[in-house]
């Protein structure tokens, strides 16, 4: 499996998305946000947590309208597979690749911390090594992770069973304890948790290796 | 000429900055104060003379850029 994590000023999950998919046994390749284009044959863009651009206007709206984000989007259209995690997420919303938008935690404070994910749909390649509605314990470390959106575009997640994880406890005030979603096409995945954080045998779970091992299963397969 | 956009959180969506901006009032003893939004002002200088043109320039800045209209509205003043 070919992957591209991409990187902006202030990403700072980006060396550790790399490692997380290198274990798991793809070919990482890291791409700078001025980039124009993605490399050839590519499965999958991972875009990384962080605060890029400083967070300036909001949380991932100068990186969504970047060089290389507008061959994310095209990447996507054409069936691409993307991940999405904390800034990552709130960039993919931004872009309009996935609906809705990330606000200020409701509480008002950065939370750092594990937190359980239920599990709620095994029909995404990023979900498929999970049984549903398990629940896996992975971090969360954000201030904007506060998920909210139109009545109608919620309804739709749920019709179409996108949410792919909810919180067991909600952390952030997110609308129907949303902790991530997929888009129509089941391909790109935005979460708050961090998977890439609970991969290691020295991380505090390691839950998050079905995640890393069913998206490389599924490439294999394609 | 200039331009000022007024960036709102849109009426229904829960602002917990304005609500606890609210509170530390009400604890300096401003029992008055109903209800607080926050939003944010951004000024602009442009090389425009024509305010029509400008207006709808910073229209479509605010719809591609400035503000995310899922969850925010904005208004545009042109001086």
Redesign the interface.
Known sequence: MRAAVLVFPGSNCDRDMAVALRTAGADVTMVWHKDTNLPEGLDVVAIPGGFSFGDYLRCGAIAGRSPICRSVIDFANRGGFVLGVCNGFQILTETGLLPGALMRNAGLKFVCKSVGLRVETTESAFTSGYVKDQVISIPIAHHDGNYNLSPDDLAALQDQHRIAFRYDANPNGSVDNIAGVLSENRRVLGMMPHPERAVDPAHPSTDGQPFFASLLEQMANT | MKARVHVM?KPG??D??GE?VRHALGALGYDTVEGVRQGKVIELDLSETDPEKARKDVDAMCE???A?T??ESYSVEIS
């Open positions: 959180l969506v829960l917990p900055q606890a591609k850029l400035l995310n899922v969850i």
